[in-house]
């Protein structure tokens, strides 16, 4: 569907050398050095001897950083670290914003969508220097939707969005033939359209030539500049086996990279994991499945079956769209949920322990209770500080006292040495 640092002190070789040097108890004063020591410690103090680093904070256990995020995930903070509603500098909704650090420079890259007065959707790429105002940069692609982003090891992007195939009927208005809209609209709300359109429809059960198809799409960009002017280099659309009508809201998760085999291919060497929904006809609802794509060029995917079977019964709907975190040298998958098919007054957001494979449900804080598209990424905040940033999407009804859309909000946290992503936080 439609985020105070460690105490300076002894690292332990230091300590180690001390105690080589005879240091008495503490307590003791300096009673147990000898009169060597004390030369060499004075010589070595007077001239700048080796510097001492900060020691790093010991990596907390897993059920303490569980904690620690939830606490992050619920925190939404006043201003100036929020931001509802959130429109780019051309007045659209960056609507499901993957934020990632910029590697063009300083500041921020952000992949989001909005969707035109005729039900279009584009997907944009954008910049920011304070996480909140997003300046329009490039349009990646049309009926498209749901993007998100990843940085390269080869100094190039990755973005994986949802792609739309209109139907044989909605082609009539992707042509603008505005005077068959109604008609369209009519049709396709049949839900037997499918075999008045087509007569293997009823045998193969294929409708989509009456509600159209989504599927993944993937494009590589190979520097900043062409990704903040839209000229991809190299482009996957991924074949459907899970489902005949859609498959989409793509999240990216390990990317390995080799030398490629031909300049001309960047990426004929690579291994993408990544994680989508897909439309089970069975039960007529999203679920979860995953992917690999090989080369950007071979993918194969199945049923995310431990994940779908984490929620309890009380989601009697849709099962969409999550983002994948490292959080303290732990995976997690942040995933919204649909309590009641329909109804987007019910949509939820909840926390995956994918080490020990238990599900919170969670609920941020400042009055609205209706969230989707999760997406977040730890990075150094504007002010130099490690932080955990959080989209989400603010639904209507479920919006409380704040404007519905697009949510944006970031919280400071103390890392410890085995956390990723905040390089520079000061």
Not at 298 to 318: I, K, R
Not at 348 to 366: F, K, N, W
Request: with cysteine.
């Amino acid at each position: 569907m439609v985020a105070a640092f460690g105490r300076l002190k002894l690292g332990p070789f230091v300590e180690a050398e001390l105690r080589g040097r005879d240091v008495g108890r503490v307590g003791c004063g300096y009673r147990g050095f000898t009169r060597v020591g004390v030369v060499a410690l004075l010589l070595a103090l007077v001239l700048g001897g080796p510097s001492v680093a900060p020691a790093a904070a010991q990596q907390p256990t897993e059920a303490v950083a569980a904690g620690q995020l939830v606490g992050l995930l619920n925190s939404v903070p006043a201003a100036p670290e929020v931001s509802y509603g959130t429109l780019d500098n051309t007045g659209q909704q960056v609507a499901t914003i993957k934020i990632i650090p910029s590697s063009c420079g300083s500041g921020y890259i952000g992949v989001y969508h909005y969707e035109d007065p005729d039900g279009e959707f584009y997907v944009r790429v954008g910049t920011s220097s304070d996480l909140l105002h997003w300046t329009y940069a490039a349009t990646l692609a049309t009926n498209a939707s749901q993007p998100t982003i990843a940085a390269l090891s080869n100094g190039g992007f990755l973005v994986a969005s949802e792609k739309y195939i209109p139907s044989v009927l909605g082609l009539f208005t992707e042509l603008g033939n505005s005077s068959l809209t109604s008609e369209v609209s009519q049709v396709e709300s049949n839900p037997t359209v499918g075999d008045l359109l087509n007569p293997l429809a009823a045998a193969t059960g294929v409708e989509n030539l009456a509600y159209g198809t989504t599927h993944l799409e993937f494009h590589f960009y190979p520097n900043c500049s062409d990704l903040l002017s839209g000229i991809a280099t190299e482009t996957f659309d991924a074949p459907m086996s899970l489902s005949d009508l859609a498959e989409g809201t793509p999240s990216l998760g390990s990317i390995s990279l080799g030398a490629p085999s031909t300049v001309l291919a960047p990426m004929s060497n690579s291994t993408i994991q990544v994680g989508f929904h897909y439309y089970d006809t069975t039960i007529d609802r999203d679920r979860n499945a995953t992917g690999v794509l090989t080369d950007f060029s071979n993918w194969t995917e199945q049923t995310n079956t431990p994940l779908n079977s984490a929620f309890p019964a009380t989601v009697h709907g849709n099962i969409g769209g999550r983002d994948y975190l490292n959080f303290e040298g732990y995976p997690f998958t942040i995933i919204e949920a649909e309590n009641t098919e329909g109804d987007f007054g019910t949509w939820r957001v909840y926390l995956y322990d994918d080490t020990t494979d238990t599900l919170t449900p969670l609920a941020p804080s400042g009055g609205s209770e209706s969230f989707g598209n999760p997406k977040v990424t730890v990075l150094t905040d504007p002010a130099g500080q490690c932080a955990l940033v959080v989209s989400l999407f603010v639904f209507n009804p479920g919006n409380g006292p704040n404007p519905a859309g697009p949510l944006i909000y970031y919280n400071p946290f103390s890392p410890s040495g085995t956390q990723q992503g905040c390089a520079g936080a000061s």
